[in-house]
């Protein structure tokens, strides 16, 4: 049985549709992350780093989201949820999650986890202040170089898809018109369209 630990909002949707679309077997733990219990005690000892998404399966516990992923994808090879067989095509989708948890992520959190890089107010306020601009930024080279359409990749839906789903919902928060990016924009409600991304966010709401 695999079980994901997930908070609403966050990028743990991501692996929440991607459970979805699987077909796979699956349970949901909500942490409360306005509480702090990703710090928890007992969160810790499943997850040291703090964070969501976790998935426990029988062989341990996979954090990363590309990870996670990938590793839904392998265990569910008639879904179609990656070019398992092709290198090359695999590569290049790993290279697109790489850029949106390294880069893409990474603007987000500046802005509601500036805590991160800087203790001075003014540093805060000013990483704040440079969000908007880094995610239009990254969405710009997402849109100009990376994504095929309909999907990120092209005529195949795969777990790119929903991990960039993540970072559109994210640009209006980020003070972003996601309407300035037509592929992007077009991808979100294309997503809101499939079933499991339906019930993906029927059970973030339950
Ligand atoms: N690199 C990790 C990032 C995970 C992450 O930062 N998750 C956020 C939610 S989007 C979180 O758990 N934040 C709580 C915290 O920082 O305390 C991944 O891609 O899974």
Same mark, same amino acid.
């Given at each position: 049985?695999?079980?994901?630990?997930?908070?609403?909002?966050?990028?743990?949707?991501?692996?929440?549709?991607?459970?979805?679309?699987?077909?796979?077997?699956?349970?949901?733990?909500?942490?409360?992350?306005?509480?702090?219990?990703?710090?928890?005690?007992?969160?810790?000892?499943?997850? #040291?780093?703090?964070?969501?998404?976790?998935?426990?399966?029988?062989?341990?516990?996979?954090?990363?989201?590309?990870?996670?992923?990938?590793?839904?994808?392998?265990?569910?090879?008639?879904?179609?949820?990656? #070019?398992?067989?092709?290198?090359?095509?695999?590569?290049?989708?790993?290279?697109?999650?790489?850029?949106?948890?390294?880069?893409?992520?990474?603007?987000?959190?500046?802005? #509601?986890?500036?805590?991160?890089?800087?203790?001075?107010?003014?540093?805060?306020?000013?990483?704040?202040?440079?969000?908007?601009?880094?995610?239009?930024?990254?969405?710009?080279?997402?849109?100009?170089?990376?994504?095929?359409?309909?999907?990120?990749?092209?005529?195949?839906?795969?777990?790119?898809?929903?991990?960039?789903?993540?970072?559109?919902?994210?640009?209006?928060?980020?003070?972003?018109?996601?309407?300035?990016?037509?592929?992007?924009?077009?991808?979100?409600?294309?997503?809101?369209?499939?079933?499991?991304?339906?019930?993906?966010?029927?059970?973030?709401?339950?």
């Amino acid at each position: 049985m695999l079980t994901l630990y997930f908070a609403p909002g966050t990028c743990a949707l991501a692996s929440l549709i991607t459970l979805e679309e699987s077909g796979l077997s699956f349970d949901t733990k909500n942490i409360n992350t306005r509480e702090n219990e990703q710090r928890s005690e007992a969160y810790l000892k499943i997850n #040291p780093k703090g964070r969501v998404p976790a998935l426990a399966t029988d062989r341990g516990v996979l954090t990363e989201t590309p990870a996670i992923l990938a590793y839904i994808a392998q265990m569910a090879p008639a879904a179609r949820l990656a #070019p398992l067989d092709d290198p090359f095509e695999f590569a290049r989708l790993q290279a697109f999650n790489g850029y949106i948890t390294s880069t893409v992520h990474v603007n987000h959190a500046h802005r #509601p986890r500036g805590f991160r890089w800087a203790d001075d107010q003014a540093a805060l306020e000013s990483m704040k202040a440079k969000v908007p601009q880094n995610m239009a930024e990254s969405f710009e080279l997402i849109e100009s170089t990376m994504f095929e359409g309909p999907w990120v990749l092209g005529e195949a839906y795969t777990i790119a898809d929903p991990y960039l789903f993540v970072m559109t919902g994210w640009l209006p928060s980020d003070g972003v018109d996601p309407a300035r990016f037509p592929k992007a924009h077009e991808h979100y409600a294309r997503m809101l369209e499939r079933p499991a991304v339906q019930r993906a966010l029927a059970r973030e709401k339950a």
